[in-house]
């Protein structure tokens, strides 16, 4: 396949090839869709940018659905952002390589709010760790925790080696997680995430006493197990998909308690008082329902540009239609696309820290060297407008 289709697919191919033959694994299987990472022009730099034009120059192209991750910048109010020219020019290049190549600009991590839904039991190639977790988990779909470029490799031949949670064996529980505390806020789930993921690791944790989680929980949730651990699968009983063929698994394995005092003790390690933050709702990217809520809590306020709210172009064209954008930024909010809190040039665009209601936003803020407070999302816009 690969010596017949051009030197983009033989590479790809090779990379694939490579890559199972690290894991043990002795065949690839067609891929559904991919969900491709590395977008910002931040974490690319000229290099990355330069390998991306040199794929679409020989002739890459996709052959399943590609949607892509944030970029470093709202591609139309990158201005207003105070990103640096150099940098916008940079990132319009990496865009257009990736839409030469047949990727969908969509430019958010939750490519599963904006109709990109893999059916359960779908191999796929996804990469950004929340989406993973989500897809895996809450969608029962399969994939391992690719990277950039081997989710494009997937998406330019529609193959993937099959390995790790491609295969039912590696998707059974590795650790119960009995959950002590009363989960009251999305806040809460985000902790929960957090402390669960220092607990397994790469693991597969099954949880007890999860409630019953909305789709916003679910995502924060995944998003902060799988960034203070490894964690690309996890199962509840009565939530997700394959909780009722997990928990046949169970026999041996070893229970962990989480308790409401370990959530407020991860989040006092990663929190602080800041000066002078910018608060950051969307981390993942909001929801409908979140910016409903947004708009909701903004009513009144003045927040002189101190709230910084980051979705999709798909879900805010949703809440352009329904007055959410308008009731945020008419209190002097901002709502932007295609970006987010981590991967955006902060530190050139002048921020000085960050209050955020997201566990995997406030770890990768605290590691670019920002002080960084966590609070719910009443609390921030709250503060906000003060
Ligand atoms: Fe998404 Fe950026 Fe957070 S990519 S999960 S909003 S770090």
Redesign the pocket.
């Known amino acids: 396949m690969g010596g017949e289709s051009g030197d983009a697919v033989r590479k790809s191919m090779e990379l694939l090839v490579a890559l199972g033959d690290v894991f043990g694994a002795d065949k690839l299987v067609p891929v559904e869709s991919a969900h491709i ?1 590395g977008v910002s022009y931040a974490n690319l730099g000229d290099a990355g940018t330069e390998w991306l034009e040199e794929q679409a120059e020989m002739g890459a192209r996709c052959r399943v659905r590609a949607t892509l ?2 970029a470093g910048m709202d591609m139309e109010r990158w201005r207003e952002m105070n990103v640096p020219p150099e940098f916008a020019e940079g990132q319009r290049r990496v865009i257009g390589a990736f839409t030469r190549m047949g990727v969908e600009p969509t430019c ?3 490519p599963y709010l904006i109709g990109h839904v893999p059916r359960r039991g779908a191999q796929i190639a996804w990469a ?4 993973i977790c989500y897809s895996n988990s809450v969608l029962g779909a399969r994939t391992n925790r690719e990277s950039g470029p081997t989710t494009l490799a997937s998406a330019v031949t529609g193959l993937t080696p099959l390995y790790g949670m491609r295969m039912d064996e590696n998707r059974a529980p590795g650790k119960v997680v009995e959950v002590e505390a009363d989960l009251m806020t999305r806040l809460d789930y985000s902790a929960l995430g957090y402390v669960t993921g220092k607990l397994v690791g790469s693991g597969v944790p099954y949880f007890r006493g999860l409630g019953k989680p909305d789709v916003e929980s679910m995502k924060t949730l995944g ?1 902060a197990c799988a960034t203070s651990g490894g964690v690309a699968l996890w199962h509840s009983e009565g939530v997700t998909p394959e909780a009722g063929w997990a928990s046949e698994h169970l026999d041996g394995v070893e229970k962990v308690a989480v308790e409401r005092r370990d959530l407020e003790e991860a989040r006092a390690k990663l929190s602080c008082e800041p000066d002078d933050p910018t608060y950051c709702l ?4 909001c929801s409908l329902r979140e910016l409903a809520e947004a708009a909701k809590l903004s009513r009144n306020r003045k927040l002189g540009g101190r709230l910084w709210v ?1 979705t999709s172009r798909g879900v805010y064209a949703q809440a352009a239609d329904a007055g959410y954008v308008k009731a945020i930024e008419d209190a002097g909010g901002r709502v932007y696309r295609d ?5 955006a040039p902060l530190h050139e665009m002048g921020w000085h820290g960050v209050a955020t209601n ?1 566990f ?2 406030a770890h ?1 803020s605290v590691s670019h060297g920002f002080q960084t407070k966590i609070a719910d999302v009443e609390r921030l816009v709250e503060e906000a407008s003060r």
């Open positions: 990472s991750n944030p958010t991590c939750t950004e760790s929340n989406a998003a969307g981390c993942p990217h980051f970006t987010c809190m981590v991967v997201s995997k936003g990768y």
